[in-house]
């Protein structure tokens, strides 16, 4: 039976390798907002689910726009779905 995370980034595969190949930043204020090449991502939980799921590292603390980047966890599992 597949883990959590495992059907997490199937659903968000495409967005974690744009996180891997830099074009994704976070803004991190009264909600968290991940952009991809600088436009903003429809799926406004998408980066909440993405940290929760330890797969997106967590954004530096106050407000701002910090770059989205994969945890060691994120990069293994992007790896498993890349084959």
């Known amino acids: 039976m597949p883990s959590e995370t ?7 595969s495409a967005l974690l390798r744009a996180v891997a190949d830099g074009r994704g930043e976070i803004v991190h204020g009264g909600k968290l907002m991940l952009f991809l090449d600088g ?16 797969v997106v590292a967590q954004p530096g603390l106050g407000t701002g726009r910090w770059p989205a980047r994969l945890t060691r966890s994120g990069e293994r599992e992007l790896a498993k779905l890349s084959g």
Do not use: N, S, V, Y
């Open 39 to 54: 436009r903003m991502f429809p799926d406004r939980e998408a980066a909440r689910r993405l940290i929760q799921a330890g």
């Open 6 to 12: 495992t059907q997490l980034l199937r659903r968000d």
